[in-house]
T-cell receptor, first 113, second 113 residues
């Protein structure tokens, strides 16, 4: 019973390609997040969604487009991938806002060649 | 820019010792503070949350909060090799940034047998 799941776990692709990462939570939470963790392990918020509505867009390039078809799913589509996009992307969810415990997915390691 | 600062370490302690991890934050109005643990190659998981000044204990872990000094710490008593991980301090800032967690860069802890 995985609480927050992400697919794929690994993603290797060429510069300029478009790719998507999917996230699902079965906890019944209202809020979902995307984080980027770079090679120095710095974890930085990208987007927050509450009940399918975008709450936070943390000055992420337009090439990144989140989509939340329902409150259990939050997908991330990335256009025209660049070398600097290589990182681990974590999805997370919480019952209410970020003051509630956040549960993280296993992460997707994206490598752009 | 609201920030969370941590010593990057690495912090090395012998088994059985007390490990002390420190964190400072820039926004005096912040209300919610968290310590997450991240094992290498894994996702962050919540260790402790603290909202009021003073100490909060949970097993071998004690979180300490001093809002006047804008300082939060985590003490790990009787450190075990299994505690070896990166510890991330996170703050839910007040105001317009309050729908996200801001993470520090983490402190790498190594507990030597």
């Amino acid at each position: 019973d995985t609480a927050v799941s992400q697919t794929p776990k690994y993603l290797v692709t060429q510069m300029g390609n478009d790719k998507s990462i999917k996230c699902e939570q079965n906890l019944g939470h209202d809020t979902m997040y995307w984080y980027k963790q770079d090679s120095k392990k710095f974890l930085k918020i990208m987007f927050s969604y509450n009940n399918k509505e975008l709450i936070i867009n943390e000055t992420v390039p337009n090439r990144f487009s989140p989509k939340s078809p329902d409150k259990a799913h939050l997908n991330l589509h990335i256009n025209s991938l660049e070398l600097g996009d290589s990182a681990v992307y974590f999805c997370a969810s919480s019952q209410g806002g970020p003051a509630d415990t956040q549960y993280f997915g296993p992460g997707t390691r994206l490598t752009v060649l | 820019q609201k920030e969370v600062e941590q010593n990057s370490g690495p912090l090395s302690v012998p088994e059985g010792a007390i490990a002390s991890l420190n964190c400072t934050y820039s926004d005096r109005g912040s209300q919610s503070f968290f310590w997450y643990r991240q094992y290498s190659g894994k996702s962050p998981e919540l260790i402790m949350s603290i909202y009021s000044n003073g100490d909060k204990e949970d097993g071998r872990f004690t979180a300490q909060l001093n809002k006047a000094s804008q300082y939060v710490s985590l003490l790990i008593r009787d450190s075990q090799p299994s505690d070896s991980a990166t510890y991330l301090c996170a703050v839910n800032f007040s105001g317009g940034s309050n729908y996200k967690l801001t993470f520090g860069k983490g402190t790498l802890l190594t507990v030597n047998p």
